[in-house]
């Protein structure tokens, strides 16, 4: 039975992909900050199939908590995909980046680029041994196209995309994918809009298939966007 890490699990894209890989019968290993809606994502997706599902509540940026996350994937003895999706958003309202408070921004890219990095080269022995792993970056448009007050996160994206890159040039025995799932209706998005309704924006379960696509086809090593993965998945 394949074996994922999913960051980030307990709502939103991260959610919506543990669905539909628990549907598959994966074994999870799920994290997420806050222990209560980690609990109840995990009890939801037990009873969705046979799958396995641990949940181990903490923060991606802890040293500690990703040395956790690597030895409860070293006692499944394999991991199959590593979806590094936690992120974080920065101040809501977002500041431009003159005004950005300088902790602030070490903790954006603590959370999206350093503790990705941190996680995958601890996870990297058995990503290699259990055979062609894959190691999945959520990205964002913010990485690749300038929008006023999100320099922070958007920046942070973008090192994280070079990261990717690097990585599946010095790593030929994994599949490294950066993907942007596009705007979505999430907790996120809605941080990033305060006060606004994002109603019309798309459910993150409306991105999985796409997601679905890139590990059953597995293309070569890149970046890629939801508009890429989707059409043939919905045609």
Same mark, same amino acid.
């Given at each position: 039975?394949?074996?994922?890490?999913?960051?980030?699990?307990?709502?939103?894209?991260?959610?919506?992909? @543990?669905?539909?890989?628990?549907?598959?019968?994966?074994?999870?290993?799920?994290?997420?900050?806050?222990?209560?809606?980690?609990?109840?994502?995990?009890?939801?997706?037990?009873?969705?199939?046979?799958?396995?599902?641990?949940?181990?509540?903490?923060?991606?940026?802890?040293?500690?908590?990703?040395?956790?996350?690597?030895?409860?994937?070293?006692?499944?003895?394999?991991?199959?995909?590593?979806? $590094?999706? %936690?992120? @974080?958003?920065?101040?809501?309202?977002? #500041?431009?980046?003159?005004?950005?408070? /300088? %902790?602030?921004?070490?903790? *954006?890219?603590?959370? $999206? *680029?350093?503790?990705?990095? %941190?996680?995958?080269?601890?996870?990297?022995?058995?990503?290699?041994?259990?055979?062609?792993? &894959? &190691?999945? $970056?959520?990205?964002?448009?913010?990485?690749?196209?300038?929008?006023?007050?999100?320099?922070?996160?958007?920046?942070?994206?973008? @090192?994280?995309?070079?990261?990717? @890159?690097?990585?599946?040039?010095?790593?030929?025995?994994?599949? *490294?994918?950066?993907?942007? #799932?596009?705007?979505? $209706?999430?907790?996120?998005?809605?941080?990033?809009?305060?006060?606004?309704?994002?109603?019309?924006?798309?459910?993150? /379960?409306?991105?999985?298939?796409?997601?679905?696509?890139?590990?059953?086809?597995?293309?070569?090593?890149?970046?890629?966007? &939801?508009?890429?993965?989707? #059409?043939?998945?919905?045609?």
């Amino acid at each position: 039975m394949p074996v994922a890490l999913v960051t980030g699990a307990s709502r939103g894209l991260g959610l919506a992909l @543990a669905r539909a890989l628990a549907i598959r019968s994966w074994t999870l290993v799920l994290d997420a900050r806050r222990a209560g809606d980690l609990d109840r994502a995990a009890r939801e997706l037990r009873e969705l199939g046979p799958a396995d599902v641990i949940a181990v509540a903490g923060d991606v940026a802890d040293p500690a908590h990703r040395r956790e996350l690597r030895d409860v994937v070293g006692e499944s003895g394999r991991l199959d995909l590593l979806v $590094n999706n %936690a992120s @974080a958003l920065g101040p809501s309202p977002m #500041p431009r980046l003159a005004d950005y408070p /300088e %902790a602030e921004l070490a903790r *954006v890219y603590e959370v $999206n *680029v350093f503790a990705p990095l %941190a996680l995958t080269r601890l996870t990297l022995p058995v990503l290699l041994d259990t055979g062609r792993g &894959v &190691v999945l $970056n959520i990205s964002s448009d913010a990485a690749v196209d300038a929008y006023p007050g999100w320099g922070g996160y958007g920046s942070s994206k973008a @090192a994280l995309d070079q990261a990717t @890159a690097t990585l599946a040039a010095e790593q030929p025995g994994l599949d *490294v994918y950066a993907f942007d #799932p596009g705007e979505m $209706n999430t907790e996120l998005h809605q941080q990033a809009f305060p006060g606004e309704d994002i109603s019309d924006r798309p459910d993150a /379960e409306t991105v999985v298939p796409a997601l679905l696509r890139l590990l059953d086809e597995r293309p070569a090593s890149g970046r890629y966007t &939801v508009a890429q993965l989707a #059409p043939a998945v919905t045609s």
